[in-house]
C-alpha cells in the first residue's frame, strides 16, 4: 500500500484547525500519524478474512462505527469501513505491525483471490458508490447539505463551531445539487469540467472516470437545483468540445 500524499496533506489541515480552536476546551492533541498503519480490507469476503485476526465481533460493529481490539495479538483499533461502497474493515495498527499484518492478509486472502489495490482503484470504487470526496466534492467552501451529508449534521444537539454557517446553508434554496451524470460515449469529463444546458453554464465535475462495473463513462457534478432532475440532458465541455450527458439517481453502483 503506497504513502498518500494527498492524505498526508489532508492530516495536516485537519491537525492545524484543531490546533488552532483547541484552547477553548481542556483536551491534549498528540499526532500519531507515522506512528501508526491503517489497511482497508474490503469486499464481500473482508469480515470473513478479518476475524481470524482481531478479538472483537466484526459483523456486530454498525457501519461507519468503529472500536479498540487487539489485531494479532497486539493492541489496534477496528472500523466497519472503507471508501469504496463494498463492506469491509479499516484496520489501524502500530506501525510495527504493519509488515505482520499485511503479510498475513495476503497470505490469508490468496485462496479466495484477495489483492492489493492502489488509490486509484479505490477512487473509482467510491465514484461508483458515489461518495463525496474532501479535494473533489468536499472542500471549506461547500457545506454538508449541498454535499447531500445533512445526516452527519444534528443541529439540534449542543452547540458547535459552524453551526451558525450551517443553519444559513440549510435555509439557502438556491444552493447546488451534487447529482450523477452519465455521458454518452466512453469520453471521460474531468474534474472542472464545466457543465452546460443549452448555452448556459449550469455546473461544474468534481469527479469523472470510466466505470469498470458499468462499462460507461460517469461522473459528479454540482449544478443548479433546478436542472438536477434524474433524467435531465446536459452537455459537459471536454476539450472544447461538448459531449452529451443525463442526470442519474445516485449512487451509481449499491452492492446488493
Not at 509488515?99 to 467510491?126: H, K, M, N, Q, Y
Not at 453551526?163 to 474534474?191: C, D, F, W, Y
Request: hydrophobic share 45%.
Amino acid at each position: 500500500m503506497g504513502f498518500s500524499t494527498t492524505f498526508w496533506s489532508i492530516g495536516l489541515k485537519i491537525l492545524d484547525w484543531i490546533e488552532r480552536h483547541r484552547g477553548r476546551f481542556a483536551i491534549t492533541v498528540e499526532d500519531q500519524t507515522l506512528s501508526h498503519f491503517m489497511v482497508a480490507l474490503q469486499g464481500p469476503k473482508a469480515l470473513s478474512l478479518a476475524a481470524p485476526l482481531i478479538d472483537v465481533d466484526l459483523p456486530a460493529i454498525n457501519y461507519y462505527f468503529g472500536m479498540p481490539a487487539t489485531v494479532l495479538g497486539k493492541p489496534g483499533f477496528v472500523s466497519r469501513t472503507g471508501y469504496t461502497g463494498e463492506d469491509g474493515v479499516e484496520i489501524i495498527v502500530p506501525a510495527g505491525q504493519a509488515v505482520t499484518l499485511w503479510e498475513r492478509l495476503i497470505a490469508d486472502g490468496a485462496s479466495v483471490g484477495l489483492l492489493p489495490a492502489g488509490l486509484g482503484c479505490r477512487d473509482t470504487l467510491r465514484l461508483e458508490a458515489a461518495m463525496p470526496l474532501y479535494g473533489h466534492e468536499l472542500n471549506e467552501s461547500i457545506d454538508p447539505y449541498t454535499a447531500g451529508l445533512a445526516f452527519a449534521v444534528k443541529l439540534d444537539g449542543a452547540d458547535f463551531l459552524g453551526r451558525a454557517a450551517l443553519i444559513a446553508a440549510k435555509a439557502n434554496p438556491t444552493r447546488p445539487k451534487r447529482v450523477g451524470l452519465q455521458l454518452a460515449s466512453k469520453r471521460i469529463a474531468r474534474e472542472g469540467a464545466l457543465v452546460f444546458d443549452g448555452d448556459h453554464q449550469i455546473g461544474r465535475v468534481t469527479s469523472g472516470t470510466f466505470s469498470p462495473t458499468l462499462e460507461k463513462s460517469i461522473a459528479m457534478a454540482y449544478v443548479e437545483a433546478s436542472r438536477s432532475p434524474v433524467g435531465t440532458a446536459l452537455t459537459i465541455d471536454i476539450r472544447a468540445q461538448r459531449e452529451p450527458a443525463t442526470v442519474l439517481k445516485l449512487p451509481f453502483y449499491k452492492r446488493v
